[in-house]
């Protein structure tokens, strides 16, 4: 992965919270990075004050549903820097609310955003990396959504779900080929991040319980923890990142009611972040 000038690392949903904490750390490591995001006030804020920093970077305004936009977003990567070595599929959004009430267009947004973005990175990018025949990493942000699911966030544990699915079988994918491209899938509980900003909130249930979730959120690992954690796990080319250890109960509670057919408990302290129980 590495060469002369500093790996390039791509990060989608770079302009806020953990998006915002990798493109830190990967600066900290000095690689050359291509940000993007749809918020482009906010992400040329970040750039600037990375170049400010002597980081190499270079902005561009992507909205990860689209993907012609992220097709553009290679060809910038390649222009700019000759290739791609990190790519982090990170952009994500969050809708609350009982699943039965979330309209058309909420669901619609989830999918294109939480799976279609993550989906259109790997179309997009995954040739690229191929073709260039070395090292390359892709890390796909999905939750511990993707592993536990919570009752009134049905789209994002939908979404989340799906993405741990893509991650596991691109995988067994590039294994089968005996690529040197591989990958990890980032389940977070909670970290402190504008997520809920992103919230449209469907119905009652959906508020309290989101007010809940914004506090969760609001006292959850910082980015620059997490981000530290992801490249610790990228360095040995770890597959699972789970950096909410206190979350491992829930998970082995699951796999041991579907291992025993009895049906699935939900708790909250599911959704709440145990101190965020990094041990
Ligand atoms: N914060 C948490 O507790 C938490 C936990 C688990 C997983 N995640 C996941 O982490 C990822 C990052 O979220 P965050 O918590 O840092 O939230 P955030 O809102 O602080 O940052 C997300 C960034 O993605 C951008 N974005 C949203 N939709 C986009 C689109 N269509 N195209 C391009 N950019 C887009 C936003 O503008 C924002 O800058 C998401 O995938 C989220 O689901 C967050």
Redesign the pocket.
Same mark, same amino acid.
């Given at each position: 992965m590495n060469n002369e000038q500093g790996p390039v690392a791509v990060i #989608?949903?770079?302009? %806020?919270?953990? @998006?915002? *904490?990798l493109a830190g750390h990967a600066a900290a490591r000095g690689m050359r990075l291509v940000l993007?995001?749809?918020?482009a006030a *906010?992400?040329q804020s970040l750039c600037d004050e990375l170049k400010a920093g002597g980081v190499q970077a270079v902005a561009c305004v #992507?909205?990860? @549903?689209?993907v012609q936009?992220v097709e553009r977003l290679r060809d910038c990567a390649v222009e700019q820097f000759g290739g791609v070595d990190l790519l982090f599929n =990170?952009? *994500? !959004?969050?809708q609350t609310g009982f699943s039965w009430e979330i309209t058309d267009a909420q669901w619609q947004r989830m999918l294109? !955003? =939480?799976l279609g @973005?993550v989906l259109n990175g790997i179309r997009t990018f995954v040739p690229l990396l191929l073709s260039q025949g070395r090292g390359a990493h892709v890390i796909n #942000?999905?939750?511990?959504?993707g592993l536990v699911s919570s009752p009134l966030m049905a789209p994002?544990n939908v979404t989340?779900q799906a993405v741990v699915a893509l991650s596991e079988t691109l995988h067994y994918e590039l294994a089968m080929l005996g690529a040197p491209v591989t990958v990890s899938v980032?389940? $977070? *509980? $909670?970290?402190? %991040?504008?997520?809920?900003?992103?919230n449209q909130v469907a119905d009652s249930a959906g508020s309290s319980f989101s007010q809940l979730l914004d506090n #969760?959120?609001r006292q @959850?690992?910082t $980015?620059a923890e997490l981000a530290a954690q992801v490249f610790a796990a990228i360095d040995e080319k770890r597959f699972w990142i789970l950096p909410h250890k206190g979350f491992k109960p829930a998970l082995e509670r699951r796999v041991q009611s579907i291992l025993q057919e009895t049906n699935p408990l939900f708790q909250m302290t599911d959704v709440e972040d145990d101190a965020h129980a990094a041990g």
């Amino acid at each position: 992965m590495n060469n002369e000038q500093g790996p390039v690392a791509v990060i #989608t949903g770079a302009a %806020s919270g953990i @998006g915002r *904490g990798l493109a830190g750390h990967a600066a900290a490591r000095g690689m050359r990075l291509v940000l993007a995001d749809r918020d482009a006030a *906010g992400l040329q804020s970040l750039c600037d004050e990375l170049k400010a920093g002597g980081v190499q970077a270079v902005a561009c305004v #992507t909205d990860v @549903g689209d993907v012609q936009q992220v097709e553009r977003l290679r060809d910038c990567a390649v222009e700019q820097f000759g290739g791609v070595d990190l790519l982090f599929n =990170n952009a *994500g !959004v969050m809708q609350t609310g009982f699943s039965w009430e979330i309209t058309d267009a909420q669901w619609q947004r989830m999918l294109d !955003v =939480n799976l279609g @973005g993550v989906l259109n990175g790997i179309r997009t990018f995954v040739p690229l990396l191929l073709s260039q025949g070395r090292g390359a990493h892709v890390i796909n #942000t999905a939750s511990l959504a993707g592993l536990v699911s919570s009752p009134l966030m049905a789209p994002y544990n939908v979404t989340k779900q799906a993405v741990v699915a893509l991650s596991e079988t691109l995988h067994y994918e590039l294994a089968m080929l005996g690529a040197p491209v591989t990958v990890s899938v980032l389940c $977070p *509980g $909670p970290v402190a %991040s504008e997520i809920m900003a992103s919230n449209q909130v469907a119905d009652s249930a959906g508020s309290s319980f989101s007010q809940l979730l914004d506090n #969760t959120i609001r006292q @959850g690992m910082t $980015p620059a923890e997490l981000a530290a954690q992801v490249f610790a796990a990228i360095d040995e080319k770890r597959f699972w990142i789970l950096p909410h250890k206190g979350f491992k109960p829930a998970l082995e509670r699951r796999v041991q009611s579907i291992l025993q057919e009895t049906n699935p408990l939900f708790q909250m302290t599911d959704v709440e972040d145990d101190a965020h129980a990094a041990g």
